[in-house]
């Protein structure tokens, strides 16, 4: 059985667990409706299962793991254990209040995730925002919002900033399109906060920016922000997440995680380098 690595968040356990149970039944040539049957459930229960897309139930796993001729008991218990952990609830979950269920997994993927390679065009990402730069963006996407509200939503956002810190971080490395960076969100000054904040970031092993400039005009990412999330486990794939105004797309399909990642090379093949990206950041503090 995999090894997980202490940290894992609850949504990558899943994804594992059900990647494991996944295994175990194709070896036995077992269908989908015949385990199903077995708990009690359907096809589509297996399905979901097996993705990662739903909690897990002691007794299903337990009886699979029987159907599936795993008697071991140490081999049973490493699962058992596996389960336990991706059942628990994750941090966020204070937050469910104000937390689009859409959502709520790239959170947790995100907590996961060894590295994240993100491209922005209207907005500085989440990760790398300052709590004032995030309530201006917070705040205009939210009319009518109660001010408790938007404070807790802020406090979740930088929550979520904490993944990038200490030795277990992941790499993060983000394309800004220049328009982001020169749309004064909050303010003049709230934006000369911002743009300081990410040069004081360069300073971090694990955070690379860099600037889609203008002046290059059109480039491979026209069709807008994405990001694509790399988890510690071969057994997890790489992860493509596209959002959408009221919704997201999570793409995990071999050859559209290629296609996002051919664009995400482009992009960084044509964008500035570290040390342009800091002269670029204090020329638009200046210029604001």
């Not at 949504?11 to 175990?24: D, E, M, N, V």
């Not at 937050?95 to 790239?106: G, K, R």
């Not at 904040?197 to 694990?206: A, E, F, G, S």
Request: charged content about 25%.
């Amino acid at each position: 059985m995999t090894q997980t690595q202490p940290g894992s968040g609850p949504t990558a356990l899943r994804i594992l667990l059900g990647s494991q149970l996944r295994k175990l039944r194709e070896n036995k040539g077992i269908t989908r409706d015949e385990a199903g049957d077995l708990i009690r459930g359907s096809e589509s229960k297996i399905s979901r299962m097996e993705l990662g897309r739903v909690g897990f139930k002691e007794r299903d796993v337990a009886d699979l793991l029987s159907f599936y001729g795993v008697e071991e008991p140490e081999a049973r218990a490493a699962v058992m254990d596996l389960l336990e952990r991706a059942n628990e609830p994750g941090w966020w979950h204070r937050f469910n209040d104000v937390l689009p269920t859409w959502f709520q997994a790239y959170v947790g993927l995100e907590e996961a995730a060894t590295r994240i390679r993100t491209y922005e065009v209207q907005f500085v990402p989440g990760l790398l925002q300052t709590k004032e730069y995030a309530r201006a963006v917070i705040t205009a996407g939210a009319v009518g919002a109660a001010p408790e509200e938007i404070a807790r939503r802020v406090d979740l956002r930088l929550g979520r900033q904490r993944v990038l810190d200490g030795d277990r971080g992941p790499m993060f490395w983000a394309v800004i399109d220049e328009a982001a960076l020169r749309r004064p969100i909050g303010g003049i000054e709230v934006m000369r906060g911002q743009l300081q904040h990410l040069i004081d970031l360069m300073n971090q092993t694990n955070i690379t920016i860099q600037i889609m400039p203008f002046s290059f005009g059109g480039h491979a990412a026209e069709g807008g922000a994405f990001s694509i999330l790399r988890f510690y486990d071969a057994d997890l794939p790489d992860i493509v997440y596209v959002e959408q105004l009221a919704s997201a797309l999570y793409l995990d399909k071999r050859d559209e995680v290629d296609r996002y990642g051919e664009v995400m090379e482009r992009l960084c093949a044509v964008s500035t380098t570290p040390d342009e990206t800091t002269g670029m950041l204090r020329q638009i503090m200046l210029d604001l």
